[in-house]
Structures are given as C-alpha cells and as structure tokens.
C-alpha cells in the first residue's frame, strides 16, 4: 500500500494566516492528511508573542514519529515529505535536520533491506526451479507518469526528486532586510543545505544563504549554481525584485539535466500587497501538486503561481490573506484564466 506522510513544521497563530495556519488548511482543503508540528505559538505573525516549542519537546514528538514509522511492515511504501517553514531557534532547526536525516537514513535502509530480502528470495526460487542461479537486477527508480508525455518530460519532478522521501525546506528567515527568527538560524540552514531536495528562499533568504547581494539576474544565477551544486535538487526563488522593473517580481526555477543547469524564469505582476503568508501559501501548493499533479516541473510553478495570484487578487482590500472565502480556489487545479508562461534564462 503507498501510504502519504506529510509532515509539516511551521508556525502556528492565534490570529490571521501564516505558517501552518496556512498550510494545514491548504493541504486539507486538498485532501492531504498533514501531520502537524507546530514550532511556536505566537498571537499574530505580527505580535511574536506567546510560546516557543522547546527543541527537545520538538525532539520528542519526532521521535515518537520514528518509532512508528520503523514499527511499519516493508512490505508498505510509507512515502515521507516534510515542509519545514518558520523556525524560530539553531537548537529547534538542528532538531529538525537530524530527525529528517535519521528518518532518511531508516528509510534508505528498509529499502534496501527488503530489495536484499526480494533478491534472495528470486535467487532461491531460480535456483529450485532452474536448479542454478540467475542473476536478478532489482531496479529501485520511480515509475515514469503518463503525464510526462509532451517534449518537456525531461522536466518531470519524478526524474529530479525521490518522491518517495524527500524534504520541502522554505528557509523562512525574513523579508526585505528584516530577521523574523534567531540570528544564528542562518548558519544552521546553511550547514543543511547538502541535505535539502527542494528550497524555496524569498531574495532576502537567497542573499542570507548565499552570501551575496542580489542586484541583476546573473546574480540570481550565481545563488542557484551555488545552490545546485551544494546537493539541491530543486531551487525555486520566490520573489525577485529589480529597480529597473517595479511593476513585477520574478520567480527562478533551477534544477540540472544531464548535469547542466537548466534554468526559467516567471514574470509575475507586483500586486501592491505587503502581508506576510504568500510564502507559506506558495510552499503548501506547491508540495501538493507535486505529490498529487506531478509531470512537468514547470507547469507545476505555473499553476500555483496562478491559484496564488487569485488568492491574492481576492484579498486586497483587506490587510490578511482570504484563505478561508478563497478555499475553492485553494482546492483548485489552477488552471483558471490564462497561465504564466515560464521564459528559459541563459546561463
Ligand atoms: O510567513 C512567514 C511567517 C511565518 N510564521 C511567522 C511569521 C512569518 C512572517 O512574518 O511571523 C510567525
């Protein structure tokens, strides 16, 4: 049986949409049964006041989710996706890290485990019925979706990601010069980036990440190789703004094919719409397309992006997201009105 674990570890507000306010819904609303680990509880993204979950209570509720994942047959694929958002503490993020690597390092070995155990077992019953051995080629790579039928199948996520186990980490850090979370949050994110599949920084946390300031596209460019080449499957840059182009903001793809970078970039309109949470809402989308949608990367980005753009085209008159009044939007394919078209970006 493929059974879906997502866990998802954000924040959590008594008021308004951020962190897994935004993402229990959204995955919810889309059917997913999330499993949730909140890292705080603050009043509002606005007013950090409240509680902090404590490393080691983070520690113990991962634990407990180890255990019950080893306690599961092989025989069962128990498929794990983390998103990881807003948290706020070093200890708490190196928590986190740790569990996601030890769950991998479980998984990697059931894996092979049952495939030695499926070998063995060929092997025996070749040898009883041919009376000799033959050679048995177990194969571990992911089944290839009929979506992946047009000219951009070299674009599937199934070819750039495991779908099986992977970590969705959006290194949420600050915005637009601004720290949210501990100084040194930075660093620990950095040192985990050789462990990450898929990251989705804003440009703020892009520049944190990479050590650089972004003022043109070769610079984003520079941020994505640097990025790729650390062990990041998937790099998606959120939010880029230019001072020669106020009206927009673009979005970076970069991922490898055949060990070249290949590169796109969206164009997006600049809705006038400071409010913390498209983040999150991007991230959540995101993740449930790739499980549920997969096929072509690229098509993937153009639908959240667009169901983004309703979502908050619908709220601009007031100061939060309309997650709720937009869920039908939410639970959507996003293929309403007309999508934005992903331009190539040369390297
Ligand atoms: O949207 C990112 C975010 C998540 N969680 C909390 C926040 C913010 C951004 O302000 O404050 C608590």
Redesign the pocket.
Known sequence: MNRENIVSI??Q?FDGF??NNVASFVLRRRGHVPKILNT?Q?YS?YK?KGVETKHDEMKTILSEFKAEMASLSSNDNNNIHFLT??IKTKECVEAVINSILELKNAKTKKKCDHMNGKMKATKEKKENENGHTICYHGSDTIPYNDHCIDNSEKYCVENLINLNFFWLCDP?LGDNGKL?VDKDVVQSYKSCIPFVDIITPNQFELELLCDMKISSENDVMKCILFLLNKGIKLVIVTSVHYLFDTDHLYLYVGFLNNKKVVSFKYKIFRFHFHV??C??LFASLLLSFILRHRGNILLIISKVLNILHNVIKNSLTWEELKIIENQDIIASDGLCDNLIKEEPVCV
Request: glycine share 24%; proline share 0%.
């Open positions: 954000q924040s507000v951020c962190g705080v603050y993204k950090h958002g807003y949420v949210y913390c949470g983040g999150d």
